[in-house]
């Protein structure tokens, strides 16, 4: 059997490396993504806030050598899925099996005078370039703000205030500085209300500054101002912004979106052509866009199509995830969080602790071990 599969992403690399381990010779497989590396979310963090390397948190596909596999540096530019083929700018692909695993998109210009004024910190190259200026901020009115839902990782902007306050404690900048955290969502973590808690006590705590419910809709380069959907203003000196998410174009171009994300059965992660999976960031399968999630529901895609080749159960996805929260001040914690089809969310917090940042740089190492085949050390 031939598996096609499109994006080297959380969800492309886990559903590629369960195939190989549990079908051996009885599965190929094309992996296709633009890019030369994986770079997970939170090594951008890393980066920009100068505890690692750029060159320390790229994973080159490369390193995916195993027999049965084949990566292929390239951008998908049609899919068709009746015929499970695509095309790119490097010829023709197909499988007996296609899996769309292709991550969310950002659109910049959906914010005005962000791209002017602010900085990103979502693309690789907008985290790795925020380093310098972080590094080089004289101190003033930090904001990071967020631009629309759904948006990734959702713990991700609360991470990064409280990173922001430790950089400037560092640098002796804090006492001039303020720092405002803006998002769209109520509360933090609205799944979790004691991981909410608790990052608004942390908030408090460190005197930064909290705007739930509240989205950025444009900056005004002019006055460095960041105004909200109902015209509210914040004055910044720094604006460190999550753009608007969108589905990759060539999803959009396929005809494969309904509603901008692509359409997916909850429990198996098939679309609605047979022998075509999507999962991740790319579809609208109702958790939250992380990387944990969309390696939970390549588990359950992988199982699937390894019942189409021997039989057997599939793995039915059960919207489970522990995800880790930085605190700062060396301080993390973990999020278990479920999300039941049909069902209210929840969420229990265990942390923030030490011994929980050693449990996460070993879910990092854990992972370039089995998809990349190789050591990775991530602090
Ligand atoms: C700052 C930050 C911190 C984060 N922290 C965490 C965290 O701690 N834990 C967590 O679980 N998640 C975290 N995330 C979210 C996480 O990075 C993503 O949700 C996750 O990578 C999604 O996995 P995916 O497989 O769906 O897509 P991705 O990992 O985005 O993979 C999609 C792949 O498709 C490729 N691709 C896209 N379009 C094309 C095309 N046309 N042709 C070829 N290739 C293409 C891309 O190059 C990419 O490699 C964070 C994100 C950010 C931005």
């Given at each position: 059997?031939?598996?096609?599969?499109?994006?080297?992403?959380?969800?492309?690399?886990?559903?590629?490396?369960?195939?190989?381990?549990?079908?051996?010779?009885?599965?190929?497989?094309?992996?296709?993504?633009?890019?030369?590396?994986?770079?997970?979310?939170f090594?951008?963090l890393d980066?920009?806030f100068?505890r690692?390397?750029?060159?320390?948190?790229?994973?080159?596909?490369?390193?995916?050598?195993?027999?049965?596999?084949?990566?292929?540096?390239?951008?998908?530019?049609?899919?068709?899925?009746?015929?499970?083929?695509?095309?790119?700018?490097?010829?023709?692909?197909?499988?007996?099996?296609?899996?769309?695993?292709?991550?969310?998109?950002?659109?910049?210009?959906?914010?005005?005078?962000?791209?002017?004024?602010?900085?990103?910190?979502?693309?690789?190259?907008?985290?790795?370039?925020?380093?310098?200026?972080?590094?080089?901020?004289?101190?003033?009115?930090?904001?990071v703000?967020?631009?629309?839902?759904?948006?990734?990782c959702p713990p991700a902007p609360s991470e990064t205030a409280l990173l922001v306050h430790d950089l400037l404690v560092t640098?002796?900048?804090?006492?001039?500085?303020?720092i405002?955290l803006?998002?769209?969502?109520?509360?933090p973590i609205?799944?979790s209300?004691d991981a909410s808690k608790a990052l608004l006590a942390a908030f408090a705590e460190r005197g930064i500054?909290w705007?739930?419910?509240?989205?950025?809709?444009?900056?005004?380069?002019?006055?460095?101002?960041?105004?909200?959907?109902?015209?509210?203003?914040?004055?910044?000196?720094?604006?460190?912004?999550?753009?608007?998410?969108?589905?990759?174009?060539?999803?959009?171009?396929?005809?494969?979106?309904?509603?901008?994300?692509?359409?997916?059965?909850?429990?198996?992660?098939?679309?609605?052509?047979?022998?075509?999976?999507?999962?991740?960031?790319?579809?609208?399968?109702?958790?939250?866009?992380?990387?944990?999630?969309?390696?939970?529901?390549?588990?359950?895609?992988?199982?699937?199509?390894?019942?189409?080749?021997?039989?057997?159960?599939?793995?039915?996805?059960?919207?489970?995830?522990a995800c880790y929260l930085e605190f700062g001040h060396d301080q993390v914690a973990r999020v278990?969080?479920?999300?039941?089809?049909?069902?209210?969310?929840?969420g229990?917090l265990s942390g923030p602790q030490h011994d929980l940042m050693v449990q996460k740089a070993?879910?990092?190492?854990?992972?370039?071990?089995?998809?990349?085949?190789?050591?990775?050390?991530?602090y």
């Amino acid at each position: 059997m031939h598996v096609l599969v499109l994006g080297g992403g959380f969800g492309g690399l886990e559903l590629t490396t369960r195939l190989l381990d549990e079908l051996g010779d009885e599965v190929s497989v094309t992996l296709i993504d633009r890019n030369d590396s994986f770079v997970f979310g939170f090594s951008k963090l890393d980066v920009m806030f100068g505890r690692s390397t750029a060159d320390a948190v790229r994973h080159r596909y490369a390193d995916v050598v195993r027999p049965g596999v084949r990566v292929v540096q390239t951008t998908v530019r049609h899919i068709d899925p009746v015929a499970r083929s695509v095309t790119t700018d490097a010829g023709s692909f197909d499988g007996d099996v296609l899996v769309i695993a292709l991550g969310a998109d950002y659109d910049l210009d959906a914010t005005p005078g962000l791209a002017e004024a602010g900085h990103e910190f979502y693309t690789v190259a907008g985290a790795f370039a925020c380093r310098e200026v972080l590094e080089q901020f004289p101190g003033g009115r930090v904001v990071v703000g967020v631009c629309a839902t759904p948006f990734k990782c959702p713990p991700a902007p609360s991470e990064t205030a409280l990173l922001v306050h430790d950089l400037l404690v560092t640098r002796g900048l804090r006492d001039t500085s303020s720092i405002a955290l803006v998002m769209p969502l109520p509360a933090p973590i609205p799944p979790s209300p004691d991981a909410s808690k608790a990052l608004l006590a942390a908030f408090a705590e460190r005197g930064i500054e909290w705007h739930g419910g509240r989205a950025i809709s444009h900056l005004d380069p002019q006055r460095h101002t960041a105004v909200d959907a109902d015209g509210g203003e914040i004055p910044f000196d720094l604006f460190l912004g999550v753009p608007k998410h969108v589905a990759p174009a060539v999803l959009h171009d396929s005809g494969l979106t309904v509603d901008g994300w692509v359409p997916v059965d909850f429990f198996t992660l098939e679309t609605s052509h047979p022998d075509v999976y999507a999962l991740g960031d790319c579809t609208s399968v109702g958790t939250p866009k992380a990387g944990v999630f969309s390696e939970g529901q390549a588990i359950s895609a992988a199982s699937a199509i390894v019942a189409r080749a021997r039989g057997g159960e599939v793995q039915r996805y059960d919207g489970s995830a522990a995800c880790y929260l930085e605190f700062g001040h060396d301080q993390v914690a973990r999020v278990d969080i479920q999300f039941m089809h049909g069902q209210p969310p929840h969420g229990a917090l265990s942390g923030p602790q030490h011994d929980l940042m050693v449990q996460k740089a070993d879910f990092g190492s854990s992972r370039v071990r089995r998809w990349f085949g190789r050591d990775w050390v991530s602090y």
